[in-house]
């Protein structure tokens, strides 16, 4: 019956792009001057639980929530969980248990203090987390303990994104025990990673952000505006207006049955040498329901909470629960992920991904990072993009490849069904011609090139970082030329 009425409400990506009243636009892009300061005045818990959350996790205890018993069935059965630190310290705080709070302190301490430890960037991540949380808790031998591994994180230089988390939640955690280290490693996170590498990398398609990766970049996100009140979507508007949706399609279509729960496993360059990797499945879960906490009104937001809200892909293990618990909002609305786009561009990254259908057994296209893989009958093909190949026609779009070819013809789409009239079809308008998108990949990156289509002339396109042209809304059958346009002068 679900998947009736789902199927009922679908729209096509066209149709999706017009309904202004489903996505509407997002704020204009334009970088601003950047945070009013870099001194975190913010009282503990600064990281993460905002007062809003933290009752709201709370009420999830007293209502006995699906989310909070599978936690207490875990934790009162002893389960050993791979990332202790930081789920004694989210027991402490939402059920105010003490004895988890001196649990996650004892954890901490040992890890920080023992000899000559090489903690990595997770544990360091956890420390400042119990840190920050369980702060009541520290003596001023805890506090010597962990607060040096603090001040290492802190005075790195972060070249990854979680690095730059990591580094981001250290400094927070210290802003008032080393407030002028705290200030200028926060000013450093924003000016030399942030805008220096990432959002520079961005633009220019020399970074990619995985969907393992993101909630790293989730977490910076929400550190910055809980306790600098600053936005870092600022800058990188249009490409993260589009991140979520392209999250979503950024996952293979056929859900992997773990022991514990499914899982939606994501494009994954290693996945042919690996096979599925559920922690990054996990990892990609959490960011998604992170996203949605940090902006719960926006439409893609809502339509990833769709995406989100199935009992079979609830976290049920002993490293996903603790993100479940953290970020998800059962009682957000919704709307039906059916409604996204199959095809998704990013003209940034210079990626896309599609698919055939929201059913599992949908094929699927993803160009990634510079790799091409196919999904279709339960496997993973690795796919040349610079080699010869027959077109790719998925449903909504068709891929070209544009080694040799310099000729396509635009395959036959079935037209869209026109709406039905309230007057028996006596003022029913045409049937809408049948068009297809269509990208031509495996082209050189930022290149200008001349396009000829049947009928329309000739017009100049630029691929994008990713060596992809888009060509939208092109008539079933017409004929496509293309080459690079003369040297001049």
Known sequence: MERMSRQRGKMTRRHLLSAAALIPALRASGQTAGPEGFRAYTESPRLFLRQARLRLLRRERERRSLRWDQFEALWGGGAE???????????????????????????????????????????????????????????????????PRLQRAMASMPSTLAEARTKTLAAIVLSEARQADSEKAL????????????????????????????NALLELMHAFRDNL????????????????????????????????????????????????????????????LAMVAYDANAAETQLLQGFLMNDRFLMRGTLGITYELMWANPYQPGLSYYHVPLVAHDAV????????????????????????????????????????????????????FANKATKFMVPARKPQPAPVSDNAGENAPPEPEAVDDVFIIGLESKRRYHVEVDGEGMLEAASDTGGIIYLPGLPAGAQVRFGKPPVTG
């Open 349 to 400: 990254g210079g990626e896309l991904f599609v698919r055939s259908s929201w059913e599992d057994d949908a094929q699927w296209l993803g160009f990634f990072g510079g790799q091409l893989q196919l999904f279709a009958n339960g496997e993973v093909a690795q796919v040349d993009p610079q080699a010869s190949h027959e077109p790719m026609d998925v449903q909504e779009a068709t891929v070209f």
């Open 81 to 147: 969980f791979p990332e202790f630190g930081w789920t004694a310290a989210l027991r402490y705080q939402l059920a105010q248990d003490e004895a988890a709070g001196r649990q996650a302190v004892a954890w901490a301490t040992g890890r920080a203090g023992a000899p000559g430890a090489s903690l990595s960037d997770s544990v360091t991540r956890q420390l400042a987390i119990v840190a920050d949380w369980c702060e009541p808790l520290l003596s001023a031998a805890d506090k010597a303990a962990i607060y």
């Open 229 to 288: 009140n600053f936005d870092l979507r600022d800058g990188l508007s249009k490409w993260y207006r589009d991140y979520g949706l392209t999250h979503i399609l950024a996952h293979y279509p056929e859900p992997f049955p773990a022991s514990e729960n499914e899982y939606r496993i994501p494009a994954d360059p290693q996945i042919d040498k690996r096979g599925p990797d559920v922690t990054k499945a996990a990892l990609s879960r959490a960011a998604e």
């Open 187 to 214: 000013r450093e996170v924003y000016e030399k990673f942030w805008l220096g590498t990432f959002v520079s990398g961005i633009h220019s398609g020399k970074l990619h952000v995985s969907n393992a990766d993101a």
